[in-house]
Structures are given as structure tokens and as C-alpha cells.
């Protein structure tokens, strides 16, 4: 990609907050682990790996098998809400044809690839997201469940 002179601009200006923006993303992610947890039996909530320090772009959600209600339902009354939410990935890269014969090669399984594909979704943590829409995330959460 090739930035205009106004683009990069407006970089340099955000970078200048870029240490508060970190901040405040991950304020919203430990907000929500830590007001999520009642919902661990459906849920799992991401965890950070031993000695890092991320900086959280979205909060991934993990529906359990045993959940009452699929991800897709979540999703949906979610947005029904106002509450924005994403698929972690578009697909199962693994079953593209690129990969056929690699897989078929190596005779290399990946099951938690359609898990992951089937039961993730992530709500966003920008930093302009107040307690009350934090809350309303929260809320509408526990509603469902």
C-alpha cells in the first residue's frame, strides 16, 4: 500500500496516541474477561499466552459444545442489540484448494480448525467504547445465556 501525504499524516498524529489507545483496549479486554466469567460453562475467554503482554485488538469468544445456543444465534441477537461482532476467520484455510494436496501429502488432520471456523466470534475493544456500551455487551451476554 502507498500512503498519501495526508494519510501519513494522520498516521504520525495517531501514533502519538498510540500508547493510550493500548491502554484503553486492554482496560476493555480485562473489563470484559473479568465480567464474562459467570458465563465460563458456554464460554471460554481468551487468555493471553505465559510472559506476554498483548495488545488486544478484539476479545475472541469461544462457544462450548455443550451451550444452549450456537454462536450464529449469539451473533444474531448480538446485532440485534447494536452490539458489533466478527467471525475470527473467514473460512477453514486448510480446505482451500491450495492446500489439497499438501494435506492429502502429509496425511495431516486438523480438527480444531472447523472448531475454531464454527464456535469463534470476537467483539471489538477500540478504545472509544465507554463503560456503558461495555456494560450493554455484558448485559446483553448474560441475557442470552
Known sequence: LKLTDMQAA????QLKKLDQFI????????FLHENLQSLNKYLSLPVSADNAT????GFPIRVEENSP???????????EKNIGTRLLFGGN???QPAYKNILQKNKRVFPNTDKVMNN????GLQP??????????INSLQEIF
Open 10 to 13: 494522520i498516521g504520525v498524529a
Open 23 to 30: 491502554k484503553q483496549r486492554n482496560n476493555n479486554f480485562h
Open 54 to 57: 498483548p495488545s488486544w485488538f
Open 69 to 79: 445456543i450456537s454462536r450464529n444465534e449469539i451473533i444474531k441477537i448480538l446485532t
Open 93 to 95: 484455510l486448510l480446505k
Open 120 to 123: 469463534v466470534f470476537w467483539i
Open 128 to 137: 472509544s467504547l465507554t463503560n456503558a456500551m461495555l456494560n450493554h455487551t
